[in-house]
């Protein structure tokens, strides 16, 4: 086995918090194991570009509990090219890398089985507040997201009791309902609309609100996934149907930032660790995953057509303390 000496991080795609703590744990397990760092910039733009910063072991202090990513982050349009993929191969040999540790999520990680077939060794981290990655249960930054909307509803909350309203919260998860989902169950929403479940505006709606207020219930949280429509129809849809105006927010992109929680800290700081090991060890063109309180690793390719099916038992748990009926048990 050919003995590593420098390999190469970067964060790529939508940020999300542990993003840092994962480049940190890359970075200080490759210097335990007498590997070289470079940090990418820009993500798969900044192979490209041959965007690039040395990492040492102070330079990654003190940002594990920052939010973010110091690498910088974004979604390139060339590297969806052969030929800005092979700038970035050019890059590569170059810098002399003997792999690299992508960072992110989905997007991320079909880059990263485009690189590995043009024979540049990759191992992904899945990190995304969408928790959206059919490999793992778990990606970087989902707790911290679902927290951040948790505190924002709360305080919503707050007012909507007081002048007895209704608020319809739309928040992010692309085209999964995973975020609103948890982020419903822990605010004890009227009503969870997610994009895995066809929506029957009566019967998850309407007559949600209806049975809350026959409950004795004055005020109403609808929680919509922004996969699943958006809060601004759905809101005019409520008040064309009871006559009541509900008052929207959308959550958008605060809910990628902030300081990382525990869970996000502690697990980036694993997956970095065994994402550098693996690639000393040999094992490479695969994705570190969590499964079953560990760690595991999943090749690209096998991960990327995996699915991930939202937990409809959750669903029904949250219409259960809702007083709603519940949906047939037939998933
Ligand atoms: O994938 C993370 C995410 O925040 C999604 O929840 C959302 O749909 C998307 O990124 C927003 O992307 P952008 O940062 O390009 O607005």
């Not at 991320?108 to 024979?119: I, K, P, Q, V, Y």
Request: hydrophobic share 40%; glycine share 12%.
């Amino acid at each position: 086995m050919k003995k590593i000496k420098r390999i190469g991080v970067l964060t790529s795609g939508g940020d999300a918090p542990g993003m840092n703590a994962a480049v940190r744990a890359v970075v200080r397990t490759a210097i335990a194991n007498g590997i070289e760092c470079i940090g990418i910039r820009r993500g798969w733009q900044g192979l490209i570009q041959s965007d690039f910063v040395p990492l040492t072991r102070e330079s990654v202090g003190h940002i594990l509990s920052r939010g973010g990513t110091i690498l910088y982050t974004a979604r390139s349009d060339e590297f969806r090219e052969e030929k800005g993929r092979l700038k970035a191969v050019a890059t590569c040999k170059m810098l002399g890398l003997d792999g690299i540790v992508a960072i992110g999520g989905d997007g991320t990680f079909r880059g990263a089985l485009e690189l590995s077939r043009l024979g540049v060794p990759v191992v992904g981290v899945p990190a995304t507040i969408d928790n959206d990655i059919s490999c793992t249960n778990y990606t970087i930054g989902f707790d911290t997201a679902c927290n951040t909307a948790i505190e924002c509803i709360d305080k919503l909350r707050d007012t909507m009791q007081s002048h007895e309203r209704c608020s319809v919260v739309e928040v992010m998860g692309r085209n999964a309902g995973f975020l609103a989902l948890y982020v419903g169950i822990a605010v004890g929403a009227t009503a969870v609309l997610v994009p895995e479940k066809e929506m029957d505006f009566e019967k998850d709606v309407i007559e949600r609100i209806r049975e809350a207020r026959l409950a004795g219930n004055t005020h109403f949280m609808i929680v919509v996934a922004e996969g699943a429509g958006s809060a601004v129809e759905i809101s005019e849809r409520i008040q064309e149907e009871i006559g009541i105006k509900p008052r929207v927010t959308v959550l958008g992109h605060i809910q990628r930032g902030g300081s990382p929680n525990a869970r996000d800290r502690e697990t980036a700081t694993r997956m970095g660790y065994y994402a550098v090991m693996a690639l000393a060890e040999g094992r490479y063109n695969c994705i570190i995953a969590t499964k079953e309180g560990g760690i595991t690793e999943i090749p690209i390719e096998e991960a990327l057509v995996m699915e991930k099916h939202l937990q409809m038992d959750r669903y029904r748990i949250m219409e259960v303390m809702q007083f709603g009926s519940i949906t047939p048990h037939n998933d």
